[in-house]
C-alpha cells in the first residue's frame, strides 16, 4: 500500500515575507554538517512547522472558498438509510445458534410451525436456499409497521428497526442478514455534515508535517461517521447473534445504503476527486468502477474505500447509492404498492435483492478473511516450530483444526456455490466502468463473477498455504520426537549406569559381611 505524504520544504515558504530571527538560526543550525543529525534532523522538523504556519496564515482566505464548495447544492439531501449485515454460522457456530433461536422461541411465536430452532436444524441437513424471517427488533416506542413480530431492544444510535432474516444458503452454511434502518433526522445527519466549517492544520507525519485541508478534514469526519455506524452495528450483532466473524473477532461484512435527492450517484464526474460535497461523500465518478443493478434498476453499488489524506485503503463494506425518486418510482418487489409510499417501505422491498447481495459479499469476505487466517496460522507454526515444545504443538493442534474445518469443509462449499447456476440470486450487478478504463479497452465484468473469480483464487491460495504449514508441523513435529526420544535413551543411559554401580556397591558389601 503506497503513502502519500506531503512535506513542506524551506523552499516553499513565500518569499515575500522576510524571514524571523528563529527562522533564520533554525536554518544556519540545520546546515551545520559538524553538527550531530540529530540536531540538524530536530532543526529541519522545525522550519517545516514554522513554514507550514506561514502558509496556513498566508491562505486562510481560501478555507472560506474551499468549504464552500464543500457543501452541497442548496436542496439536496444526502440520507444514510440503512446498513444490510451478514453473519454466517457454520459447523462450529451451528449449536451455539441453535439455541439462541430456542430463546426467541420462548419469547414470540415462530413464523415456521416448528420453531425457529428446528427450522435451523432442518433447513442445514437440506442443499440450501430456504429462507426464513425472524421477528423484528424495534427501538421503544417504535412500531414494526405490521411486519410480522416485534421484539422491543435497545438499538444502535440512530436505528430504529433491526429487521432480521436467516437464511440456509449451502448443507454447511447458514446467513443471517440484518438490515439496520435508521430514522428519517438521523439518516440526514449524513448530508449535514458538510454544513461544520473547517480550517487548515498542520499534522505531523514522521519527520515533516502535513497540511490538512478543509475538504479532506470533511471527507475525515465522514469516514469517521461510517465506521461508527458499522461497528455499533457489528457489536450488536456480537452481542445478539454470535457466529463466524464475532468468534474471529472480525468485521462483519455490510452494505451501507445512501440516497440522495438530485443527483445520479457515480453517473455525474467531478473535475476532482474531492472537489465538492458530492465528492467528499464519494458520490461523484472517479477512475473506480460501478455496479448498475438490472432488477431493481435504480440501484447502484460500489467498493467502499476508505480514503485518507495520505493513501487509499479497502474497506470491508459495500456502498449501495440511489436516488429518492427513482427508488420510489420503481416497480414494487414483493410488497405491492407500499413500495411507493415512503423510503422505509421501499427499503422493504429491496429486502430481497439486498440480502441475496450481501449473503455473496460476505460469502467473498469470509474467504479472504480465512486466507488471511492461513498466513497468520503458517507464521505461528514457523515461531513453534522454533520452539518445539509439547505444549506449543498441542495449541497448534488445535489451530489447526478448527482452521482444517473451515478451509476444508466452509471454503469448499462456498467455491462450489459461487460455481453454480443460483450465485447470481436471480439478478445481475452489470459493470459501469469509467471512461479512462473503457479506453484502455477493459471489457466489463459483472459483479458476482468479480466475486466468484476472487473466491476461487483465495480458496486455492488457501489450500496450498494449509498444506505448507501440514508439512511444516510434521517435520518440526518429526524432528522433536527424534530430540525426545534421544534425550529419553541419555536419560536411561545414566540410570543405567547408576544402577549397575549400586549394584556393584551392593555386592562388595555382601562379600565383605561374609567374610
Partial sequence: MLRRTYLIPPSSSPTDE???????????????????????????GWQFRLNGVRRIRRFSQRDIEENA????????????????????????????????????DGVTPAAAPQGYAEWFKGARTADGGAWIRLPTFAASGQSSLGWGEQISAKLPEGVGHVWVGLMAV??????????????????????????????????????????????????????EWRRRRIEQASSWVSVHFPGHFTRQAEAHPAIQFVTTKNLDPWLEQSSGSMSDGYGVLDLRSDFTSHWESSYP???????????????????????????????LSAEPIGVGSLCSSSVSHAMQGLDESLTEIAVRWGLYSYVANLSDQIADVRDKATLIANDATHGSFVALRNRLLVSGIESQLVAKEIVTFSAGDRWDGGGRLNEI??????????????????????????????????????????????????AYGIRLQAVVLWLTVVSVLVAIVALVVAFGDAG
Fill in 18 to 44: 522576510p524571514k524571523g530571527r528563529m527562522e533564520a538560526a533554525l536554518e544556519w543550525i540545520a546546515g551545520r554538517s559538524e553538527l550531530p543529525t540529530s540536531i540538524n534532523s530536530r532543526a529541519r
Fill in 69 to 104: 464548495n464543500a457543501r452541497l447544492p442548496q436542496g439536496e439531501e444526502v440520507s444514510f438509510r440503512a446498513i444490510w449485515m451478514v453473519e454466517f454460522y457454520t459447523p462450529p457456530d451451528a449449536g451455539d445458534m441453535y439455541r439462541r433461536l430456542q430463546q426467541l
Fill in 170 to 223: 449451502t448443507h454447511g452454511i447458514s446467513a443471517l442478514v440484518l438490515r439496520f434502518e435508521y430514522d428519517e433526522d438521523f439518516a440526514r445527519e449524513y448530508g449535514e455534515l458538510l454544513c461544520d466549517d473547517q480550517g487548515k492544520r498542520l499534522e505531523r507525519i514522521g519527520n515533516g508535517y502535513s497540511i490538512v485541508s478543509p475538504m479532506f478534514m470533511k471527507s475525515r469526519r465522514v469516514r
Fill in 297 to 327: 434498476t435504480s440501484l447502484r453499488f460500489r467498493r467502499a474505500t476508505e480514503r485518507t489524506e495520505y493513501w487509499y485503503q479497502r474497506d470491508e463494506a459495500l456502498a449501495c447509492a440511489a436516488r429518492e425518486s427513482d427508488l
Fill in 433 to 482: 466502468l469509467p471512461q479512462a478504463l473503457s479506453d484502455l479497452g477493459r471489457s466489463p465484468t459483472s459483479f458476482h463473477s468479480v466475486l466468484a473469480r476472487s473466491i476461487a483464487r483465495e480458496s486455492l491460495r488457501i489450500s496450498e498455504s494449509e498444506k505448507e504449514i501440514r508439512d511444516l508441523v510434521s517435520a518440526a513435529a518429526g524432528l522433536t520426537n527424534a
